[in-house]
């Protein structure tokens, strides 16, 4: 296979994971020691499926997981090798009885659920440890570190939670929360399953989900009410992605990995949940869980602004309320939510013109994707295909998830799990006239956020043409305020 060389981007991707993985022999020093990187990469890279012809279904990584890439079902079927031949023949759906052949049942599931393009881009080796897609020296040190914990006799030690102390009192919150964070850390605080543990004779099953025992990582992390709000934006996606087994080794992955405003953030959301969960019991007043996240980043610029830690420019927000496009462009807001209970997404787009009258508007089901960034990008291109079936020609399209519409804006092919559907959205928006991807806060995408929940009490897809539904006209009339 030889390294491609369409931008610079690629040589960098491409160059070392293609060749590391062919060996070569009589290199120089230089290459020996790059090549002693391939186990490293051979651990952590994953191939994206385009037209499937690359992609051994049994000896490579190809299921989109960071944990579990490979597939385990046993090798039934011998005749069936590469991943093209899972497909109806000529298309690139997945072959439901093929599936069923090859795999057990929930892994033929989770095969069925891998998005990809109808337009068949080659199969693309990524590396998915970093959010653009890039080979880093330090994800790899911090994958083969996670792989030596993961041997290791006893994963926690002392000297890990000494630094963890000592980062908690360096966050950038208000006292009150880091002393929450402590306590959280230590496990003391009296969540259910603590008081129990106390004597204090309690029902330990947690009040928010009524499924689950309500630990501290269940109640701040796991617990559908926190998970909400955690997956609301993509800025903790990669603690999600992690799965930790206690609220400390969360923080000590948030302390090695986030930047000092997402640990504030964090921190302050928990903080939050738990006055939530508790003004809750007290059959208090208190925010609604959607609410929470603008609460804590209020409360966290407001904390930075008041100590003038400079920093606080980080945190400069894209425009706050939605605005009409300039006369003769349609601007399209578009948006998903995750309905990780009912394994499905829905997409939202509503497109606009310079007076904020309807155009048209969607609201769309469609199977699981297994991250709101990948989910984004096909509410993204969803808008692209929607302004080509209305014949609209020079539009604006706004989405709230800012990684999706920098790789929309970026030069050159992405290289991510979901970099597939952003580039496939590039190319369908390069036929129309005049097609630019732009950032809006949440507050200014309320209404395509709105259409997205909406779909799972709707039919498979709703189209509106110059109307909408009409729960959703205070949305519409707040926006035009
Ligand atoms: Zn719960």
Same mark, same amino acid.
């Given at each position: 296979m030889q390294p491609k060389k369409k931008n610079p981007k690629c040589v960098r991707m491409y160059f070392p994971i293609n =060749?590391?993985?062919?060996?070569?022999?009589?290199?120089?020093?230089?290459?020996?020691?790059?090549?002693?990187? !391939?186990?490293?990469?051979?651990?952590?890279? =994953?191939?994206?499926?385009?037209?499937?012809?690359? =992609?051994?279904?049994? !000896?490579?990584?190809?299921?989109?997981?960071?944990?579990y890439s490979k597939i385990i079902s046993p090798r039934a079927n011998t005749s069936v090798i590469r991943v093209c031949e899972l497909f109806v023949p000529h298309t690139k759906i997945w072959d439901p009885g093929k599936l069923a052949l090859c795999f057990l049942p929930w892994e033929a599931e989770k095969v069925s659920q891998i998005q990809v393009c109808s337009d068949g881009e080659e199969d693309v080796l990524i590396w998915p440890l970093t959010a653009d897609g890039e080979y880093s020296v330090r994800s790899a040190y911090h994958l083969l570190v996670a792989a030596?914990?993961?041997?290791?006799?006893? &994963?926690? &030690?002392?000297?890990?939670?000494?630094?963890?102390?000592?980062?908690?009192?360096?966050?950038?919150?208000?006292?009150? =929360?880091?002393? +929450?964070?402590?306590?959280?850390?230590?496990?003391?605080?009296?969540?259910?399953?603590?008081?129990?543990?106390?004597?204090?004779?309690?029902?330990?099953?947690?009040?928010?989900?009524?499924?689950? &025992?309500?630990?501290?990582?269940h109640s701040l992390w796991l617990c559908d009410q926190a998970r909400e709000v955690w997956m609301s934006g993509s800025e903790f996606q990669f603690l999600i992605r992690r799965g930790c087994r206690s609220f400390v080794e969360l923080l000590e992955y948030l302390f090695r990995e986030g930047s000092g405003?997402?640990?504030?953030?964090?921190?302050?959301i928990c903080w939050c949940l738990w006055?939530?969960?508790?003004?809750?019991?007290?059959?208090?007043?208190?925010?609604?869980?959607?609410?929470?996240?603008?609460?804590?980043? !209020?409360?966290?610029r407001e904390f930075w602004d008041a100590n003038n830690q400079g920093q606080h420019r980080s945190m400069r927000r894209p425009p706050v309320r939605w605005s009409p496009p300039p006369a003769g462009t349609y601007k399209a807001n578009f948006d998903a939510a995750i309905f990780e209970e009912l394994q499905c997404v829905g997409l939202g787009v509503v497109f606009r013109d310079h007076s904020g009258q309807v155009i048209a508007a969607l609201s769309q089901r469609i199977g699981l994707s297994r991250t709101v960034e990948l989910a984004e990008a096909l509410a993204a291109r969803r808008?692209?295909? +929607?302004?080509?079936?209305?014949?609209? +020609?020079?539009?604006?399209?706004?989405?709230?998830?800012? !990684?999706?519409?920098?790789?929309?804006?970026? &030069?050159?092919?992405?290289?991510?799990?979901?970099?597939?559907?952003?580039?496939?959205?590039?190319?369908?928006g390069a036929d129309l006239r005049h097609c630019s991807y732009q950032h809006v806060c949440r507050e200014g995408n309320k209404l395509a956020h709105c259409l997205a929940r909406r779909a799972v009490s709707s039919a498979d897809i709703d189209v509106w043409v110059e109307d909408l539904p009409e729960d959703l006209d205070v949305v519409l009339q707040s926006d035009l305020s």
């Open positions: =060749i590391l993985l062919n060996n070569l022999w009589g290199c120089s020093y230089a290459w020996r020691s790059i090549l002693q990187a !391939r186990d490293v990469i051979n651990k952590g890279a =994953i191939w994206r499926v385009g037209n499937g012809e690359l =992609i051994d279904i049994w !000896r490579h990584r190809w299921l989109p997981d960071l944990h030596e914990e993961c041997l290791a006799p006893s &994963s926690s &030690s002392l000297a890990h939670n000494h630094t963890v102390w000592k980062q908690i009192w360096k966050m950038k919150v208000p006292n009150k =929360i880091r002393h +929450f964070i402590w306590r959280a850390a230590k496990d003391s605080l009296p969540t259910k399953v603590n008081l129990k543990a106390r004597n204090v004779s309690v029902d330990v099953v947690c009040e928010g989900c009524g499924d689950y &025992s309500e630990s501290t990582l405003l997402q640990v504030a953030v964090f921190a302050t006055q939530r969960r508790n003004r809750v019991r007290m059959h208090q007043p208190s925010w609604q869980v959607h609410e929470i996240e603008g609460q804590a980043k !209020r409360m966290v808008a692209v295909e +929607f302004a080509r079936e209305l014949s609209l +020609f020079d539009v604006i399209l706004e989405g709230d998830c800012l !990684r999706v519409v920098q790789a929309l804006n970026a &030069s050159g092919g992405c290289n991510t799990l979901y970099g597939h559907v952003v580039n496939e959205t590039k190319r369908l």
